[in-house]
């Protein structure tokens, strides 16, 4: 069913209007039963890699890095972890960050999964929509409530803007590529522009991008992934009609499990979603992993977050790569439908 933005957000004049609509459409959508996905229509890709997930969750955790690509070429952080334990990542990080690299990004997530049986993640540091893009733009204040009324200046540019991104992952369904996507991340924070104006434009705004993506432009290859910040907030999680996996940030001081930040994201969600380590520093020791901390996967950051220094070192990650726990790329099987 194609679903117009303006029956999303059309002829609504203030926020208080906006958040009753969402909020409608929240009640009365069907909840998808555990296990499965937020779109009525997945993917092959997307639907067999879910399944993957759900099945090694609790019992394995995959291993995962985030890229850069200003820093000797886009594999500087899986050349170290190679060199260093002889295994790669199950997952890839990369970032709609930079317009000069969105097709980068697609080429490097399409090769990623099709080529070299890996699991791409794509998130998205979405610049001040009347700004511009880039990562000091995304931490700029941006009048959300304005974006979400239409006939503004702010409304216009943030469907502009959301159009583009639509556009380039179009590109990767069209080839089979699933995508964990992780947009809007760390929410419960104020420094990122859709974090600043509080829980429900936040809701809002993700389930108006969830419907636009989902029900008008088709992106049956996404798994939506709602990464909260390491601020403990209640009041942000959107429903699960729009969520596939939730999980959290933290740069943390120590290799802990991080049980506590764990168990908020399960209060939030309960046991109807995976929960990942959306992002980290520090790797988690692996012996430290159970019931308390179950994480589905960790996503370390890059550059000096993960090579030898003060958050890990060659021991650490040699350690958590070579663990029974944690998968690497070449322990993936089964997460790609039969040919």
Same mark, same amino acid.
């Given at each position: 069913?194609?679903?117009?933005?303006?029956?999303?957000?059309?002829?609504?004049?203030?926020?208080?209007?906006?958040?009753?609509?969402?909020?409608?459409?929240?009640?009365?959508? @069907? =909840?998808?039963?555990? /296990?499965?996905? %937020?779109?009525?229509?997945?993917?092959?890709?997307?639907? *067999? $890699?879910?399944?993957?997930?759900?099945?090694?969750?609790?019992?394995?955790?995959?291993?995962?890095?985030?890229?850069?690509?200003?820093?000797?070429?886009?594999?500087?952080?899986?050349?170290?972890?190679?060199?260093?334990?002889?295994?790669?990542?199950?997952?890839?990080?990369?970032?709609?960050?930079?317009?000069?690299?969105?097709?980068?990004?697609?080429?490097?997530?399409?090769?990623?999964?099709?080529?070299?049986?890996?699991?791409?993640?794509?998130?998205?540091?979405?610049?001040? @929509? =009347?700004?511009?893009? /880039?990562?000091? %733009?995304?931490?700029?204040?941006?009048?959300?409530?304005? *974006? $979400?009324?239409?006939?503004?200046?702010?409304?216009?540019?943030?469907?502009?803007?959301?159009?583009?991104?639509?556009?380039?992952?179009?590109?990767?369904?069209?080839?089979?590529?699933?995508?964990?996507?992780?947009?809007?991340?760390?929410?419960?924070?104020?420094?990122?522009?859709?974090?600043?104006?509080?829980?429900?434009?936040?809701?809002?705004?993700?389930?108006?991008?969830?419907?636009?993506?989902?029900?008008?432009?088709?992106?049956?290859?996404?798994i939506w992934v709602l990464g909260y910040a390491h601020i403990l907030k209640d009041g942000y999680y959107p429903g699960r009609q729009y969520v596939d996996i939730a999980g959290a940030d933290i740069y943390a001081k120590d290799h802990g499990p991080q049980n506590e930040l764990f168990q908020f994201v399960k209060g939030q969600v309960g046991d109807t979603v995976p929960i990942c380590l959306h992002e980290?520093?520090?790797?988690?020791?692996?012996?430290g992993l159970g019931p308390d901390a179950d994480w589905l996967w960790f996503l370390t950051w890059h550059t000096q977050w993960i090579k030898p220094g003060e958050h890990n070192t060659d021991a650490s990650v040699?350690?958590?790569?070579?663990?029974?726990?944690?998968?690497?790329?070449?322990?993936?099987?089964?997460?790609?439908?039969?040919?």
């Open positions: 069913m194609e679903v117009s933005r303006r029956i999303v957000l059309g002829g609504l004049s203030s926020l208080p209007t906006v958040m009753a609509a969402t909020q409608a459409s929240a009640t009365s959508a @069907p =909840l998808p039963a555990k /296990g499965q996905l %937020s779109v009525p229509s997945p993917s092959p890709e997307a639907k *067999a $890699l879910y399944d993957y997930l759900w099945g090694i969750y609790g019992k394995k955790t995959l291993t995962g890095q985030q890229e850069s690509t200003w820093v000797r070429g886009s594999r500087y952080e899986l050349n170290y972890i190679k060199r260093t334990t002889g295994k790669l990542p199950a997952i890839r990080g990369l970032d709609y960050i930079d317009p000069k690299d969105y097709k980068g990004v697609n080429r490097r997530a399409a090769r990623w999964y099709r080529r070299e049986n890996g699991i791409p993640s794509i998130c998205w540091h979405w610049g001040n @929509p =009347l700004l511009g893009t /880039g990562y000091k %733009s995304s931490q700029t204040y941006f009048d959300l409530p304005a *974006a $979400l009324t239409e006939g503004t200046p702010e409304h216009a540019a943030m469907w502009r803007d959301m159009a583009i991104i639509a556009d380039h992952l179009t590109v990767l369904r069209d080839k089979g590529v699933p995508v964990l996507w992780r947009p809007l991340h760390e929410f419960t924070g104020e420094w990122f522009w859709w974090g600043m104006t509080g829980p429900e434009a936040f809701k809002a705004l993700w389930r108006a991008m969830h419907t636009y993506f989902t029900a008008e432009r088709g992106l049956n290859n996404l980290n520093g520090p790797i988690p020791d692996p012996d040699r350690k958590a790569y070579l663990s029974e726990r944690y998968l690497t790329k070449d322990e993936l099987k089964g997460f790609k439908p039969p040919p």
